[in-house]
């Protein structure tokens, strides 16, 4: 079963633009992740944050986790056409990973 | 070697049939997991091993069989499937597994499809 909750569920920019999508969910976690996938193919890790952090960069992409809300953001900046794909929040609960429904990102060229 | 293997890539079978999905990372992990993903939904956890002994089992049809023979190795022994079992079905890794978080590495994953 899903842990986590995204919007918005679809998202099309234009190159350039920046790419912002939110996941939120239900219980305390230790950490949360996101995840792409490109059309079909296996998952690539983006980020990890821990829940005693805020704020964490990795390049163009920044995640922001707020445990008073339950919930987390995840920031693109400068989209290219090839990051194009499905992205995925995820929780880990007693070593189980779920992950939520899902934001489809299309970068126009 | 940061890569986690899956075969194979397609696979087709009637629901009378016997197969098995094979997945192989060399990266030393200790924890490995199956997941399906069906069309346009998230990953579902199936199945994790950690140190080669089935440590979670999330109330997955006795129709789908993991196996881990070793450190390095997860099959995942399908018998009798139903078609609604067509779904993309994904294999990954972590170092030890366990609910202090860890980057999951996945594979391609095997689509199937139940005729």
Redesign the interface.
Same mark, same amino acid.
């Given at each position: 079963?899903?842990q986590g909750e995204e919007d918005p569920q679809a998202l099309s920019i234009q190159e350039g633009e920046n790419a912002t999508m939110n996941c939120s969910y239900k219980t305390s976690i230790?950490?949360l992740?996101w995840?792409r996938q490109n059309s079909?193919?296996?998952?690539?890790?983006l980020i990890?944050i821990?829940s005693n952090e805020r704020e964490k960069h990795s390049g163009r992409l920044r995640v922001t986790l707020d445990t008073s809300k339950k919930s987390s953001s995840l920031l693109i900046t400068a989209s290219r056409a090839a990051d194009t794909a499905s992205y995925?929040c995820a929780t880990?609960?007693?070593?189980?990973?779920?992950?939520?429904?899902?934001t489809r990102l299309t970068v126009k060229p | 070697d940061t890569e986690?293997t899956q075969t194979p890539k397609h696979l087709v079978m009637g629901m009378t049939n016997k197969k098995s999905l094979k997945c192989e990372q060399h990266m030393g992990h200790r924890a490995m997991?199956w997941y399906k993903q069906k069309a346009k939904?998230?990953?579902?956890?199936m199945f994790?091993y950690?140190y080669e002994k089935l440590?979670?089992n999330?109330s997955v049809p006795s129709r789908f069989s993991p196996e881990c023979p070793n450190s390095s190795l997860l099959n995942l022994h399908l018998h009798a499937l139903q078609p609604e079992d067509s779904a993309?079905y994904?294999c990954?890794s972590s170092q030890e597994? *366990?609910? +202090?978080?860890e980057?999951?590495?996945?594979?391609? *994953?095997t +689509?199937l499809l139940v005729l």
């Open positions: 079963s899903q230790n950490n992740q995840y079909g193919r296996g998952l690539v890790h990890l821990r995925f880990d609960v007693t070593g189980d990973m779920r992950f939520g429904a899902g | 986690v997991y939904k998230p990953p579902e956890l994790v950690s440590s979670i999330e993309l994904l990954a597994g *366990g609910p +202090r978080g980057t999951q590495y996945f594979g391609p *994953g +689509r």
